[in-house]
């Protein structure tokens, strides 16, 4: 196949004043490899800080002398950031749009000195319930502009704020709680999503039930429906009474630069959720200068990234790096087919959307429906469009292009993590040549590499593991609460260099094609869950002796939920218990970790020592039982047929 016939060279036409072009990307990324120390301290001027750092950079992978520190003598403070240094010449600048689930409620727009001293405001009040330095509040709130005030909040006054997403149950509102020991939680009454309303003070009175949660003192619930909640004196509090007649200005508090700016849960191989820590001047810096580039910014460009705050693509995308940019950001709490499939197109004709960053999956629900709902609607004013939180496959890369951009908007297709707290590849849409389905070139100072299993280095046009062999301003510092966990995880595999969990080809021009998790973590619609932890719960129910869990491909999730469940003895194996189980996973998760089939496994196929060779469950998953390969070194192969034979046969 060859990769250029493929190629969508920049559009003519596209690059403004301050696009970065080709010639410019090839030196400045050479710069920022071969003098990272100039690079990124140039880079950091970007900021405001109270103290400007004298020190850049100061990392070891080496794991008997581990650090990654940077720009470690700095002080500075990320709402001072993300709203006071913009207030002399962009005051009146929108900062925030809302649209509501309901295209008929009004929206909001927010500007500068508006949201600016809301901040103050709810700074000021949280100040006043005893939250300071370095405590952890958490946040379960629907997309409203509270949820970007409250992260705004905690910032200024360096409490570190932990983002739960409002679509995860009870039980996970308690571990994360639990684990990073909250204070206080910021949570409103319902949300609203594509009609239906969410029950989140009731979530959050259940979770508070469970063992573990004691440390939080204070919830405060925003009215955001007006549907009825059980408020508990003294512990809940109205938003709008603690927040009204506090003072709209508030001194910020001074962060050193590796003061920890936010804990956000995701799920890995292994175990529970890990809380992955990000600080405050490398994240900041790294967040708003992807931002800025990746997307091509410019004053007057109105930008909407769909994520939801819950997850990182929220907190870099929506609140930190657009904010810090001073830039026109779009919030929206609904989703993309309510009340019809035309809405995210509506959206950017009301808006005037410029600039418009989405998920793969949301892309394939909507090829589904056709492309009437699109050519229906005008969307002239976009001139960019962006994807991230899995690999989107050509077609869909291509829908994209043609029928939503009308061939005039390039794709760029953002490959990141959670970890790695901003776009580590990318294109840069005026440098950078697009080829369907590949994220293409590294950032500025990202070194990506290829390695085999055994951790040789492959050059040229390859596949591999996917690592990075040095440090970015806006990595992860540690799991809370647990450092070496941290350095177990990701620094262990391939001595020297950062391990993302990615499988990924390079193809002979050198662009990078992620093909995928390579560990025990399924992407389903962009979300990550581990399979360990779907597992756990699957066998929390009663009837429940063992589960297997694997992902397997899904036509619009990219990944669904495929789960071998092996009874106990003497329990009946019937669809009503089927259904009870999907229900129960819902419950001890949340919704999106639902599994999408669930096959009875009267026996699973484990090694003599007892393992569970997912290989061969996920095989019979993805309906290839010609190419489970060699199963003599199982316990008993017979198992293997009996599941084969009874497997899910997609229609
Ligand atoms: C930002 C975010 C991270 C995992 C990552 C990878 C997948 C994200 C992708 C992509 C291919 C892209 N992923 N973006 N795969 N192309 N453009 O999604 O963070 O939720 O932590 O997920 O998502 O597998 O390892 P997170």
């Known amino acids: 196949m060859s990769n250029t016939a493929e190629l969508y060279p920049v559009p ?85 749009i809302w649209e509501g689930d309901s295209p008929d409620t009004e929206a909001l727009r927010i500007s500068y000195r508006d949201l600016h001293a809301r901040v103050c405001r709810l700074a000021n009040a949280l100040r006043n319930l005893g939250v300071g330095k370095g405590d952890r509040v958490t946040i379960y709130l629907p997309m409203i502009v509270e949820a970007a005030v409250a992260m705004l909040a905690c910032a200024r006054i360096g409490a570190v704020h932990c983002v739960v997403f409002g679509g995860f149950s009870p039980n996970s509102i308690a571990d994360r709680v639990s684990d990073c020991g909250s204070k206080l ?59 009204d007649g506090q003072p709209d200005t508030c001194e910020p508090e001074r962060m050193n630069a590796e003061d920890p700016l936010f804990i956000l849960y995701t799920s890995g191989s292994t175990g529970k959720p890990k809380g992955v820590l990000h600080t405050t001047g490398g ?52 989703v993309p087919n309510y009340p019809d499939v035309s809405r995210f197109w509506n959206v950017i004709d009301k808006h ?69 707290g901003g776009i580590l590849i990318s294109p840069l849409p005026g440098a950078i040549a697009t080829k369907p389905g590949s994220a293409t070139l590294p950032f500025f100072g990202v070194q990506p590499a290829l390695v085999d299993a055994d951790g040789t280095v492959l050059e040229g046009a390859a596949a591999g593991n996917l690592v990075i062999t040095d440090s970015w301003p806006g990595q992860m510092r540690s799991v809370y609460g647990d450092h070496q966990r941290f350095i177990d995880t990701y620094f262990k595999a391939y001595p ?58 899904h036509d619009i999730k990219g990944q669904g939920i495929y789960a071998y469940v092996t009874l106990k003895s003497g329990e009946e194996y019937s669809e009503a218990l089927r259904t009870e189980l999907v229900a129960h996973v819902r419950r001890e998760i949340g919704p999106t970790a639902s599994p999408d089939h669930i096959q009875w496994a009267p026996g699973l196929p484990k090694t003599r020592s007892g393992k569970i060779m997912r290989r061969i469950l996920r095989k019979i998953a993805e309906n290839a039982p010609d190419q489970l390969g060699d199963t003599s070194t199982l316990a008993d192969p017979s198992v293997v047929d009996s599941l084969v034979k009874e497997r899910y046969i997609p229609n």
């Open 12 to 96: 003519p036409g596209f690059a403004g004043p301050t696009t970065i072009g080709a010639s410019e990307y090839e030196r400045e990324y050479a710069r920022s490899v071969q003098d990272p120390d100039g690079f990124w301290g140039d880079a950091a001027k970007r900021l405001d800080w109270f103290k400007p750092p004298t020190k850049i950079r100061n990392v070891s992978y080496d794991l008997a002398d581990f650090r990654i520190r940077w720009f470690e003598d700095g002080e500075l403070n990320a709402s001072v950031n993300c709203l006071d240094r913009h207030l002399a010449t962009r005051g009146d600048k929108t900062a925030l």
């Open 496 to 553: 020297g260099s950062y391990f993302t969990g990615d499988g990924c080809r390079r193809d002979e021009d050198g662009y990078y094609w992620i093909t995928g998790r390579v560990d025990d973590v399924i992407n389903v619609s962009g979300h990550r869950i581990g399979t360990a932890e779907l597992e756990s719960a699957l066998v929390l129910h009663a009837k429940v002796a063992e589960a297997a869990v694997v992902g397997f491909p």
């Open 352 to 420: 005037q959307v410029t600039i418009f960053y989405t998920a793969p999956t949301a892309i394939r629900a909507l090829m589904r429906e056709g492309e009437a709902a699109v050519k229906k609607t005008s969307r002239s004013s976009l001139r960019l469009l962006g994807s991230v939180g899995e690999p989107i496959n050509p077609e869909a890369w291509r829908w994209y292009y043609e029928v939503v951009g009308d061939s005039r908007c390039p794709i760029v297709d953002t490959w990141w993590q959670t970890e790695t």
């Open 283 to 334: 994240y900041l810096l790294f967040a708003s200068y992807t931002h800025e580039a990746v997307f091509d910014l410019r004053d007057e460009d109105v930008y909407w990234c769909t994520a939801d705050v819950g997850w990182v693509t929220g907190h870099s995308y929506i609140v930190y790096g657009p904010l810090a940019n001073a830039a026109t950001s779009l919030i929206f709490e609904g």
């Open 185 to 243: 939680i910021i949570t409103a009454d319902e949300g609203l999503r594509g009609g239906k309303r969410v029950a989140l003070k009731a979530n959050v009175d259940a979770a508070l039930k469970l063992p573990g949660t004691n440390t939080v003192e204070t919830v405060l619930v925003v009215r955001h429906t007006g549907g009825a909640v059980d408020m508990q004196m003294p512990r809940d509090r109205w938003y709008d009474a603690v927040v």
